[in-house]
Nanobody, 121 residues
């Protein structure tokens, strides 16, 4: 069974940092693309970042380029999203997702439960 568990969310002031973690199990880590998404109240879900370790691919939405960094620890089957210089508009529930399409697709088969990130001004 594929399982994704996010952690690391919380409340932070604007300009601060948080590191989100996504612990993955039930599949071969290297065979999947892992993405981070977010959804703010009243807004559509937005793709934030993606990593495909086997293909050497990383992707960032323009809104987070230069501020967020995605990384993976294959030994721990864990993906991280380091978020720096946070802004109030980064406030959302953040989800990690996995898909066997290793080229960072638009749609993902497996999703975590989400973790709340709130950035105060």
């Amino acid at each position: 069974e594929v399982r994704l568990v996010e952690s690391g969310g919380g409340l932070v002031q604007a300009g601060g940092s948080l590191r989100l973690s996504c612990a993955a199990s039930g599949f071969t880590f290297d065979d999947y693309a892992i993405g981070w998404f977010r959804q703010a109240p009243g807004k559509e879900r937005e793709g934030v970042s993606c990593i495909s370790s086997s293909e050497g691919i990383t992707y960032y939405a323009d809104s987070v380029k230069g501020r967020f960094t995605i990384s993976s620890d294959n030994a721990k089957n864990t993906i991280y999203l380091q978020m720096n210089s946070l802004k109030p508009e980064d406030t959302a529930v953040y989800y990690c997702a996995a898909d066997p399409n290793r080229y960072c697709p638009y749609d993902y088969d497996y999703w975590g439960q989400g973790t709340q990130v709130t950035v105060s001004s």
